[in-house]
C-alpha cells in the first residue's frame, strides 16, 4: 500500500496548496494528520469527517481515510474513500487508480481491480518498481478471475470442539493410517501471561476425535514449540524450538523418537541442517530419510526458500540443497509438506501466480529428480486471503488445513476436505502390524526390510517399537513387495505380498510376524525364492532373500542347517522329487558361493510328501511349492 501519508507529511508551519479552499476543512485535516501519524487511526477518521462535511470535494481528506481504513483492515470502507478520490478528480495522483485497485484485489473484486491497474498502467511518470509491482497484480487478478469462474470442489468439515477451541489451532500432521493427530495450539495458560504454543494429540475414535491432550514433556517446554511434522509410523517427531540455549540460529529444527507411548529427549538436528539463519517448518518423508524445511539462509533465491536434505547411510544429514527457481522464488517459499510417495510437494508461495497473499501450490517430481511447474490448487482452497499448511494423508483423499473462516470455535481451527482427484498424489497405502514371539506372544523391537520385487530395490529399512513392536510404513499400490524381519536370536522371518492398483486404501494391509526362537528342529519358510516354471533356476528376485539368509548364517556362526525342497502333486512324483532335490541344491550353491561353508549347510529334496496345504487349489499348491530350512544344531 503506498499510503498518502507519504505525500501529505508536511510540516503544519509551512504552506501546503490543498484542492479546498475552506480553511475550516483545512484545519480539521492537519489536526488528523497528527493522529494518523501516531497510527490512531479511528480518531483520525473522525476529525477527517468533519473535514469532508466542511468540504465534500477535498480530496486529500478522502485519500487519508481510504489510507486509515486500509491500515485497520476496513477495506470496503478503504474502497468508498479512494472511489471517491479517481471519482472528484481522475487526474489527481497517478497512483490514486493502484491504491484503489489495491484493495479491491483484497477483498477478491479483481475485475474491478483489473480494470482500475490498467487505468493506472496509462499514467506517466510512475516509479518504476510501482508500475512492476502493479504488473504482477495484474497477472494475479487475471488468475483470479478465471480461478473464481471456474471453482473445484471444496467442502471443508470442522474437526469439532475436542481439538479446536477458542485458541488458536494450526499445522495438523497424521499418521498414515489417520489414527493420531498432532497440532500446535497456540494459548495463554493463565491471565496476564504470553501465549504460548504447544503440541497436542489426538486419536481417532469411529467418526470422531478424542479430546485433544497435551504431549508434555520433554518435547512441550516453557518456551514455543511449533511447525512439527511426525514420520508415518509416528515414532519420530521433528519440530522448531527458538531461542533455546546450545542452538545454531534464531530458530533450529530438533528430533525426538518415540518408544511406546514416551517421547524421548529432543535432540538438535546441529549442522548442517540447521545455521545461524531461521530454519522452520521441517517436512519429513515417510520413512524418515528425507527433510524438507524453510529457511533464510545464504545460497536461497529470496525471502524464505525450500531445501532438501537427506539422511545419509552414516546416520549423518546431508548439506542441505536448494529446490530451485521452478519452486523457488524472490518471494517466500514457506509450508512444504511432502506426501507418503515421496514425490508430491505441496508448499505456499506468493511469488508464483496466484490468487494474492499466500496460495498452496502442487508439485510432483521427475523421474530424473527435477520437480514440475507448480499448480495453484485454486479457488476456493485458494481465496485472497492467506492460505497456509496443508496436510494431505497417505490415501490422497483427505486433506487436512488450518483456518481462520466463521462458524469455527476460536481464531484458527483445524479442518479436513476431501482433496479433489487432480490434485491428489500417487496413490499409496499402508501396512501395519507387530512383530512378536512365536513362543511368548512378548512385543519385540526387530528390523525389517520391504523390497520391491520388480526391482530388487529396499524401498523401506526400519524396525519395529521397542516396546510394542508395532510398525507402520507406506508403500506406492500396483507393486509387489518382499518382507524380511530379523533379530539376534531368532530365525528370521519372510513374506511376500503385492499391493493391486485398485487396492481399497480404507482398507490396507495388515501383519503380525512371529519370530521363532532359534532352536532344533525349527524351520523357516523361504517365502521370497523364486525359480523359473519347472527348472531350479533361481530368478533374480530371489537374491534379497538369499543374502538376508547369508546374513544369518554369517550372524550365527555356529548353526548348521538343512535347505529343504517341496513342490505340489501336479506331474510325476519322480519328477517332482527330482526337481525339489535340484532347487534345494541351487540355495545350497548359492550359499557356498556367498562364502558359507559347505560342511554347515545340507540339502534335501522332499518332492510332493511333504504338503503344507491342499492340492485341490491354486493357491494351496502354491504354498506347497516351496523352499525352507530347518536348523540342524548349533542353537
Not at 518408544?259 to 535432540?267: E, L, M, T
Not at 517436512?283 to 526458500?305: C, Q
Not at 482433496?419 to 496413490?427: D, I, S, V
Not at 496345504?613 to 494351496?620: H, L
Request: hydrophobic fraction near 35%; aromatic fraction near 10%.
Amino acid at each position: 500500500m503506498i499510503l498518502m501519508l507519504c505525500l501529505l507529511a508536511i510540516d503544519t508551519s509551512a504552506q501546503m496548496k490543498y484542492t479546498t479552499k475552506s480553511k475550516k476543512a483545512i484545519k480539521h485535516f492537519e489536526e488528523a494528520l497528527k493522529y494518523y501519524n501516531s497510527r490512531r487511526g479511528p480518531e483520525a477518521i473522525e476529525i477527517l469527517e468533519k473535514a469532508i462535511k466542511a468540504d465534500e470535494n477535498f480530496i486529500e481528506a478522502y485519500a487519508v481515510t481510504g489510507d486509515c481504513y486500509a491500515d485497520m483492515g476496513d477495506l470496503e470502507n478503504a474502497i468508498v474513500a479512494y472511489q471517491k478520490v479517481v471519482d472528484i478528480d481522475p487526474d489527481f495522483l497517478a497512483t490514486s487508480y493502484k491504491q484503489l485497485a489495491d484493495v479491491q484485489f483484497k477483498t477478491g473484486d479483481y475485475r474491478s481491480a483489473l480494470s482500475n491497474y490498467k487505468v493506472f498502467m496509462t499514467k506517466k511518470r510512475v516509479n518504476p518498481k510501482i508500475r512492476e509491482d502493479a504488473e504482477w497484480s495484474m497477472k494475479n487478478a487475471e488468475f483470479g478471475i478465471v480461478a473464481k469462474e471456474s471453482p473445484v470442489p471444496f467442502e471443508p468439515k470442522n474437526l469439532g470442539a475436542t481439538v479446536n477451541t477458542s485458541n488458536y489451532e494450526y499445522f495438523p500432521v497424521l499418521t498414515a493410517d489417520e489414527q493420531t493427530l498432532v497440532f500446535t495450539r497456540n494459548e495463554r495458560k493463565a491471565v496476564g501471561m504470553d501465549m504460548q504454543e504447544d503440541f497436542y494429540v489426538s486419536y481417532a475414535e469411529e467418526e470422531n476425535w478424542t479430546q485433544a491432550l497435551n504431549i508434555g514433556q520433554p518435547i512441550n517446554t516453557d518456551d514455543n514449540e511449533g511447525a512439527q511434522t511426525i514420520t508415518a509410523d509416528g515414532k519420530q517427531l521433528f519440530f522448531i524450538g527458538c531461542n533455546r540455549k546450545g542452538g545454531k540460529g534464531s530458530c533450529d529444527i530438533y528430533m525426538s523418537l518415540r518408544n511406546g507411548k514416551n517421547w524421548g529427549q529432543p535432540v538438535n538436528l546441529d549442522s548442517p541442517v540447521n545455521s545461524s539463519k531461521w530454519e522452520s517448518q521441517p517436512s519429513i518423508s515417510a520413512d524418515g530419510k528425507t527433510l524438507y524445511f524453510v529457511s533464510n539462509r545464504a545460497g536461497g533465491l529470496g525471502n524464505t526458500d525450500i531445501w532438501v536434505t537427506h539422511l545419509a547411510p552414516n546416520n549423518e544429514w546431508t548439506v542441505p540443497r536448494n529446490l530451485g527457481d521452478v519452486i523457488n522464488t524472490p518471494f517466500a517459499e514457506e509450508t512444504p509438506f511432502i506426501h507418503p510417495d515421496g514425490k508430491t510437494l505441496y508448499f505456499t508461495s506468493d511469488g508464483h501466480v496466484g490468487m494474492g497473499e499466500k496460495d498452496i501450490f502442487v508439485t510432483r517430481m521427475n523421474p530424473d529428480g527435477s520437480w514440475s511447474v507448480p499448480q495453484n490448487l485454486g479457488y476456493p482452497i485458494n481465496t485472497w486471503n492467506d492460505e497456509q499448511g496443508l496436510f494431505v494423508a497417505a490415501s490422497g483423499e483427505n486433506a487436512y488445513f488450518s483456518s481462520d473462516r466463521t462458524g469455527g470455535f476460536g481464531k484458527y481451527d483445524i479442518y479436513s476436505f476431501k482433496l479433489y482427484e487432480a490434485a491428489r498424489p500417487t496413490r499409496v497405502t499402508y501396512v501395519k502390524g507387530k512383530v512378536k514371539d512365536k513362543v511368548t506372544n512378548k512385543p519385540l523391537g526387530a528390523e525389517f526390510e520391504l523390497i520391491d520385487l520388480a526391482t530388487s530395490e529396499v524401498v523401506i529399512r526400519s524396525s519395529s517399537d521397542k516396546i510394542d513392536g508395532r510398525f507402520l510404513v507406506t508403500l506406492p499400490v500396483d507393486h509387489e513387495y518382499a518382507l524380511n524381519v530379523s533379530k539376534d536370536g531368532y530365525l528370521f522371518y519372510s513374506e511376500h505380498f503385492s499391493l493391486p492398483k485398485e487396492q481399497d486404501l480404507s482398507k490396507p494391509y495388515k501383519m503380525d510376524v512371529p519370530l521363532q526362537p532359534i532352536k532344533y528342529g525349527e524351520k523357516v519358510v523361504l517365502k521370497n525364492i523364486f525359480f523359473e516354471t519347472a527348472s531350479y533356476d533361481l530368478l533374480p528376485e530371489s537374491q534379497v532373500e538369499l543374502n538376508k539368509l547369508v546374513a544369518f548364517m554369517n550372524n550365527n556362526p555356529t548353526i548348521r542347517i538343512e535347505i529343504g525342497g517341496h513342490t505340489d502333486n501336479v506331474g510325476k512324483p519322480e519328477s517332482n522329487q527330482l526337481l525339489s532335490e535340484n532347487r534345494s541344491k541351487s540355495v545350497r550353491e548359492y550359499l557356498i558361493n556367498a562364502g558359507i561353508l559347505a560342511e554347515r549347510i545340507q540339502f534335501k529334496g522332499y518332492g510332493e510328501e511333504q504338503p503344507m496345504d491342499t492340492n485341490d487349489t491354486s493357491e494351496g499348491r502354491a504354498n506347497n511349492r516351496r523352499t525352507e530350512f530347518k536348523v540342524l544344531s548349533g542353537e
